[in-house]
């Protein structure tokens, strides 16, 4: 079975732009999970999708937003970039919001020059 | 608060010997807690995890206790190879406020060299 796949891998992009990361989860799986990870604040949580609704957010500007659609696969947006936001977006998959198992796509490293 | 505090940020171990990771974490309503391993420019990867109705679990070399009543939580490795060296970071679960339990807070990480 395939795993967690994301697009694009690596990204660069210039403050005050916006951007659109995609993720795909494991096939069957209908949860999609958004994180952070950054060397100085480590793996934060952005939210959480399942059956095309946001189903939990965590503390991050309104910049940052996401979608899911029929198919599970999920996109996050992040408008008016700063330099802030260079880090790598990693999003998870599982089964519902409720099996817990989370299993990570390879992420996408977002830088903003 | 949502907090959970991981130790030791940083651990040496000579191959062959066992390394312990502990978490603590601040919200009563966490009731699963997974620990990831990251090796460089690689995505992290569930190794072990458990739920709060268990006090102990183990596969293999692997090992994770909690202790529910001190909100603590610890990953054992026994037997560590070079293999085992990577960044692990320990996660406890929170509820969102529609019922779901994928909101995960991580610790800081813990980077684990295990030499030859």
């Known amino acids: 079975k395939a795993g967690v796949t994301q697009t694009p891998r690596y990204l660069i992009k210039t403050r005050g732009q916006q951007v659109t990361l995609s993720c795909s989860p494991i096939?069957?799986?209908?949860?999609v999970s958004w994180y952070q990870q950054t060397p100085g604040q480590g793996l934060q949580f952005l939210f959480e999708?399942?059956?095309?609704?946001?189903?939990n957010k965590g503390n991050f500007p309104g910049r940052f937003s996401g979608r899911q659609f029929s198919n599970s696969r999920s996109e996050m947006n992040v408008s008016t970039l700063e330099l802030g936001d260079s880090a790598l977006y990693l999003c998870?998959?599982?089964?519902?919001?409720?099996?817990?198992?989370?299993?990570f796509g390879p992420g996408t490293r977002l830088t903003v020059t | 608060g949502e907090n959970v505090e991981q130790h030791p940020s940083t651990l040496s171990v000579q191959e062959g010997d066992s390394a312990v990771i502990k978490c603590t974490y601040s919200?009563?309503?966490?009731?699963?807690f997974p620990w990831y391993k990251q090796e460089l420019g690689k995505r992290p990867q569930l190794i072990i995890d458990?739920?709060?109705?268990?006090g102990e679990k183990k596969d293999q070399r692997i090992a994770v206790t909690l202790n529910k009543t001190a909100k603590h939580f610890s990953l054992h490795i026994t037997e560590t190879q070079p293999e085992d060296s990577a960044v692990y970071f320990c996660?406890?679960?929170?509820?969102?406020?529609?019922?779901?339990?994928?909101?995960?807070?991580f610790g800081a990480g813990t980077r684990l060299a295990v030499h030859p």
């Open positions: 999708y399942f059956s095309e609704t946001q189903r």
């Open positions: 998870a998959s599982s089964w519902t919001s409720e099996t817990y198992e989370q299993y």
């Open positions: 919200d009563s309503a966490s009731n699963y």
């Open positions: 458990i739920r709060s109705n268990v």
């Open positions: 096939s069957g799986h209908r949860s």
């Open positions: 996660a406890a679960s929170l509820p969102s406020f529609s019922g779901g339990y994928n909101k995960l807070i």
